[in-house]
């Protein structure tokens, strides 16, 4: 499974007998892959031609695995071609073929000999420094060691899934094991978040594609976030969209507004405050995606996504209260304006019992 | 059958629901842009490409989209790195460009909009060498050692 | 770590129930107070009833005489307009109607958005005009408090924020939906101890002044 990446990916391309139309292919669905605008084809070939296979180390924690499963659906480029010719997969618990020792020894050595130019992908959030490390552990090591032992030298870090880039389920309340993301723990290098429960596929493999073709990580949102992926809400790209500008909404799953495909957000849909890429580059080799099979978006490549109310509540309604909690606040409120009326009915009285009555002149007098 | 088929080549989950036949208002922005770009075309030869993937389509746009570009009378397959299929369309000089991996699922769906879509024409280094490579044939054949005056004339 | 959604959340949670306490506790001990304290009993012999009279007052209290709309027409027309612009905005757009199903655990149909989206259009543009209006107004100027100032500032902000998120043009969109949510907490807190209470004193105070007239019998 090891290659050492020194050829450049031109280099390495040629040597499989790839042509000169199958490299302006390879470029072209580079910058798809990429969601970038098909002009910068020629910009992606000048780049992949000087590309060196970057080492990728893959750590994985508090995790379902879900993430790893994401990527081996990916079809562009496909999980061997990734492994085989883009990266260097040094160690990956799920796919590596060394266990035991072998493979902590496989992890060590990828470490030494790309010191500093190897990348870090993490899937699964970590129990934080002053959690309890037995919560999750890679081979008697607790996955905080592991991470910040891994991550020294690396060139960069790629937080993949939802809990490795926000904490996500684990840390969900009440967060029994101090679940934290690799964002709050590793301060001092660079960290793109590429979110999702699971992420998208091909967004997984187009970081890593670009971090390969540009050898620099892309541009990134506040948090963290690839903006070719993430730099539009699900509500902006949604083909149902003209029906949320006309007011046509699903009332239940099964109304006609559901039938005729209308806008999900009563049914709780949170496309409005997600930013991700399913719109647009769909699941399933392109086949569809949660709001095109009917369901709202669960959010799930924002923080705190199993948080933020219920899934299907609409975004508008608040998170806890409901009307009991308003009726003690009136309730409460009642009680007080009764209690300041008494008071004031009270003193009203009390001053009516105490009253002294007043002469012109004997105002005059005191002045 | 076709080159491009567009039934095999969507698999459109929504193709076989009724209701999917209604109208999202997507592929119309497309054509328009492909209208200004038809426009460039023929002002300065300027090529375009458009990348369909990338585009928040609703179920049965792309099939209507296509529906409206027809289908021309040009129908190509490139073999490199897996199939491409290009389909001209039924107006002259735009092209649907069907990328696909060796496992003939879809890598990116592309609609170009020049003379001639890029990937048909040879690369330039590749046309560079083929003078060489028709003489390395033509002495690997041994057609030219059989024949003494087919030398070429200008040597 | 901070963030937008986080920001989002905090004004959706914590931060909705403690502006909605404020604003249900505030509310009930002003009304309650303001029932309770009453007037003094009047033990001369009613001359008519006050229901009837309490109830027109309700209705001609709030169409302005010709009178007034000659006096002060810009007063009229600007002031029903926003008020009819915020009223369809608050309580008609989807999202307030499911905020309000959410809260109260019932509601009414709500209108389309390019409606409520025109009617806020409209009470920004009114609410603006209301401002220059009292700025430029000399007397107007002059009776204007600080109170006025602040009321004007958080209504319209309520009203601006929604229209930014509406139309997504702060970036990213949980802030701008935070934006909006924690000035309408910031309302819901003032309401109570503001002049904005008159949202639910207004037709108390016209239909007790109509029945105190009709009780003697005078014309209001």
Redesign the interface.
């Known amino acids: 499974m090891r290659k050492r990446p020194d050829k450049t990916l031109g280099e390495s391309l040629r040597d499989h007998g790839?042509?000169?139309?199958?490299f302006?292919?390879?470029c072209?669905?580079t910058?798809?892959?990429m969601?970038l605008?098909?002009?910068l084809?020629p910009a992606i070939a000048a780049a992949l031609e000087q590309a060196r296979r970057p080492s990728v180390i893959w750590l994985s924690f508090q995790e379902c695995t879900g993430c790893t499963e994401s990527l081996t659906r990916s079809?562009?480029p496909?999980l061997e071609d990734l492994i085989f010719d883009f990266i260097s997969l040094d160690y990956h618990h799920t796919l590596q073929a060394a266990s035991g020792e072998a493979a902590e020894a496989a992890r060590f050595q990828a470490m030494e000999e790309n010191k500093g130019q190897y990348l870090v992908i993490v899937d699964g959030s970590i129990p934080g420094p002053d959690a309890n490390p037995g919560f999750s552990t890679v081979a008697g090591h607790s996955n905080y060691d592991i991470l910040m032992e891994t991550v020294e030298h690396a060139a960069a870090v790629i937080a993949v899934g939802t809990c490795a880039a926000f904490g996500g389920l684990p840390q969900a309340r009440p967060n029994p094991t101090g679940a934290m993301s690799v964002m709050d723990l590793v301060r001092d290098k660079p960290v793109i978040n590429v979110p999702g429960c699971p992420p998208i596929p091909m967004v997984i493999t187009g970081v890593v594609a670009h971090y390969l073709v540009f050898g620099r990580l892309p541009e990134l949102d506040a948090y963290h976030r690839p903006l070719a992926f993430y730099g539009q809400s699900i509500h902006d790209?949604?083909?149902?969209r003209?029906f949320y500008d006309k007011g046509l909404f699903a009332e239940r799953f099964d109304d006609e507004g559901a039938?005729?495909?209308w806008c999900l957000y009563r049914l709780g849909c949170k496309g409005p405050t997600t930013y991700n890429a399913c719109?647009?580059?769909k699941w399933n080799?392109?086949?569809?995606w949660p709001i095109?099979?009917g369901h709202p978006c669960l959010g799930c490549s924002e923080p705190k996504f199993w948080d933020a109310g219920g899934f299907y509540e609409p975004v508008s309604v608040p998170l806890t209260l409901g009307p009991t909690t308003l009726l003690g606040a009136g309730a409460a409120g009642g009680v007080i304006g009764g209690g300041l009326a008494a008071m004031a009915r009270k003193q009203v009285k009390q001053d009516a019992a105490t009253r002294q009555p007043v002469t012109v002149d004997e105002l005059e007098q005191k002045l | 059958m076709s080159v491009f088929d567009p039934a095999r080549a969507h698999?459109a989950?929504?193709a076989t629901c009724a209701?999917s036949a209604?109208e999202?208002?997507?592929a119309l922005p497309i054509l328009h842009e492909i209208r200004h770009a038809l426009e460039r075309l023929l002002a300065s030869g300027e090529e375009t490409?458009?990348?369909l993937?990338?585009?928040?389509?609703?179920?049965g746009?792309l099939e209507r989209l296509t529906a409206v570009l027809g289908q021309g009378e040009v129908q190509a397959r490139?073999e490199?790195?897996?199939p491409?299929l290009i389909q001209e369309t039924a107006i002259p000089g735009v092209w649907l460009v069907d990328?696909r991996?060796l496992?003939d699922?879809?890598?990116?769906y592309?609609i170009e909009i020049a003379t001639l879509p890029?990937?048909l024409r040879p690369?330039p280094?590749?046309l560079a060498e083929s003078l060489a490579a028709l003489d390395a044939r033509l002495s690997e054949s041994g057609l030219d050692a059989a024949a003494p005056n087919a030398s070429p004339s200008s040597s | 770590m901070s963030g937008s959604m986080e920001f989002l959340l905090w004004t959706k949670g914590p931060l909705f129930n403690i502006a909605l306490a404020i604003f249900a506790i505030g509310l009930m001990a002003r009304l309650v107070e303001i029932f309770m304290l009453g007037r003094a009993p009047n033990y001369a012999e009613p001359r008519a009833h006050e229901w009837p009279a309490g109830l027109r007052t309700m209705l001609t209290r709030t169409v302005a005489d010709p009178g007034t709309f000659q006096r002060a027409p810009f007063n009229v027309v600007v002031g029903w307009v926003w008020h009819l612009g915020f009223l369809t905005a608050l309580l008609f757009f989807v999202p307030h109607v499911e905020l309000i199903q959410g809260v109260l655990g019932f509601a009414w149909p709500a209108l389309p958005n390019p409606v409520v989206d025109f009617a806020t259009a409209i009470t920004l543009l009114a609410l603006i005009a209301t401002l220059v209006h009292r700025l430029t107004h000399p007397v107007k100027r002059h009776i204007s408090t600080i109170e006025d100032y602040l009321v004007w500032a958080v209504v319209f902000m309520v009203v601006l924020t929604g229209y930014l998120a509406y139309h997504r043009l702060v970036e990213p969109y949980p802030l701008a939906l935070g934006m909006h949510i924690l000035c309408a907490e910031i309302l819901l807190i003032i309401l109570p101890f503001t002049k904005l209470t008159h949202i639910f004193t207004t037709f108390i105070a016209r239909w007790y002044n109509g029945a105190a007239f009709g009780r003697k019998g005078v014309q209001s």
């Open positions: 790839l042509s000169r139309r199958g302006l292919k390879l072209a669905t910058a798809s892959l969601a605008p098909p002009s084809a079809h562009a496909t790209r949604c083909y149902r003209p039938r005729q495909g719109a647009t580059m080799d392109g086949t569809s095109e099979a | 698999p989950p929504g209701r209604r999202h208002g997507h490409r458009i990348d993937q990338s585009m928040p389509f609703g179920p746009d490139v490199a790195l897996g491409t990328y991996s496992e699922q879809r890598l990116s592309q890029e990937i690369r280094e590749d």
